[in-house]
């Protein structure tokens, strides 16, 4: 027999079998809550990595339109160079930097507050891209005017 009050959706929450909690609804109301707001809701499980930085040539000149990615989701540079990240880690744990003319870079992630300097290789080259990560404070980062 069972004994329902509230609203009819909320009748998840408040039905009880004979003073015991039915486990099929206390189940299923968590793995929708899980499911629509994820992990993190109940933990932080995602360290994250907020980072900026700046993409050039070997000459340190300012590359524009280069496309930059971290975990996954990508910006197309400034005039300047600039990009500017704000994410939970996720697959794939890679950060890679390409732009036409330009040998591409694709290195691992790293959780945390970082200023990354990008320096691509032109194709014709013998030199290789790379990609310089300091370690900020998360101060430093709040405090930081990236792309200004």
Request: glycine share 6%; proline share 6%; hydrophobic share 35%.
């Amino acid at each position: 027999m069972f004994f329902c009050k509230g609203w009819l959706s909320l009748r998840l929450i408040y039905c009880v079998r004979r003073d015991k909690l039915n486990k099929r609804y206390l189940f299923l109301l968590l793995f929708t809550a899980v499911y629509l707001t994820g992990c993190c809701m109940f933990m932080p499980c995602h360290p994250g990595t907020r980072a900026f930085g700046f993409v050039t040539d070997m000459k340190g000149e300012p590359i524009e339109n280069a496309t930059v990615s971290l975990y996954g989701s990508e910006q197309i540079t400034k005039s300047k160079g600039c990009f500017n990240f704000n994410l939970a880690d996720g697959l794939p744990f890679t950060f890679t930097a390409t732009a036409v003319g330009y040998k591409p870079i694709e290195v691992p992630s790293k959780p945390g507050h970082y200023i990354i300097k990008v320096k691509l290789a032109p194709v014709n080259s013998n030199n290789s891209s790379e990609a310089i990560w300091k370690e900020i404070s998360s101060e430093e980062y709040s405090k930081a005017k990236p792309c200004s």
